[in-house]
């Protein structure tokens, strides 16, 4: 069943809404789902293709345009398009699943059914820039509408446009991972602030070798855990060493 945070799409003719609803889902829930190849009651959707005729009756002047904007996006409108045509274009159809795209609040995923195609890694499609097409006549429609601009050059795309992205192989799905950006932010943003903490801690002790933790502490409006945690980190990074047992030992800053 359909819901705000659940939606379903019979086929690729439903990318531009579907790209809506998933910034509209991260906007406003951080999270949910949404599939490719179920109908609107959540049943697989199952259409017979005429090859024949698919060739000699599409249309060859459909264009995608812009999306409507709903706010900026905190991933890519176009490496998502991208990802998801990808995934229609290489995806194993002998496997009974639909095309998923998990909205988690860390990262977007859309998992694409099948390995890769013909032996190839991930590194043959990222450093080598080798393409092999599963689906042959399903890459030429695509191609014809042009939703596809040039064969191997997807991944290449979405890497420009969302240079965090990863690509994982796992339980017979390829995936590809899209980092949220206000995650990211966080992330960098929390991260300088330790590096912070952890400068006034190699201060601390360069001026007093024999300061302890709960000293630390105060100095620091940080709790003691989070002294050892700090402490901890410069020492695996090899800026400090622990002369001496814990009571009656002193610190030593290690310079480089």
């Not at 910034?23 to 949404?34: P, R």
């Not at 509408?145 to 965090?164: A, M, P, R």
Request: net charge positive.
């Amino acid at each position: 069943m359909e819901t705000e945070k659940r939606e379903y799409k019979k086929t690729l003719a439903g990318l531009k809404e579907g790209i809506v609803s998933i910034v509209a889902i991260l906007n406003k829930h951080q999270e949910g789902e949404l599939f490719f190849g179920l109908n609107k009651s959540g049943k697989e959707y199952k259409q017979d293709i005429n090859e024949k005729y698919l060739l000699q009756h599409i249309n060859v002047g459909m264009k995608v345009k812009g999306l409507k904007r709903i706010d900026v996006p905190e991933i890519s409108k176009e490496a998502l398009r991208e990802a998801i045509i990808n995934a229609f274009c290489h995806r194993d159809y002998s496997i009974p699943q639909e095309i998923q795209i998990a909205i988690f609040k860390d990262r977007v995923e859309i998992r694409n059914p099948g390995n890769l195609f013909g032996g190839l890694t991930i590194e043959d499609i990222l450093n080598k820039k080798i393409s092999k097409r599963r689906n042959p006549l399903i890459a030429e429609i695509l191609h014809k509408v042009h939703f596809v601009e040039k064969w191997g050059t997807g991944i290449g795309k979405i890497k420009s446009l969302e240079k965090n992205v990863k690509f994982e192989i796992n339980s017979g799905f390829f995936y590809t991972i899209f980092p949220r950006r206000s995650v990211l932010e966080k992330r960098k943003t929390r991260e300088k602030t330790r590096e912070k903490t952890r400068e006034k801690i190699i201060r601390l002790i360069k001026e007093n070798p024999s300061i302890s933790q709960n000293e630390l502490s105060e100095e620091l409006n940080l709790t003691v855990k989070g002294i050892e945690w700090n402490l901890a980190k410069l020492k695996k990074e090899g800026r400090l060493k622990r002369i001496g047992p814990a009571r009656g030992g002193h610190w030593e800053v290690i310079e480089k």
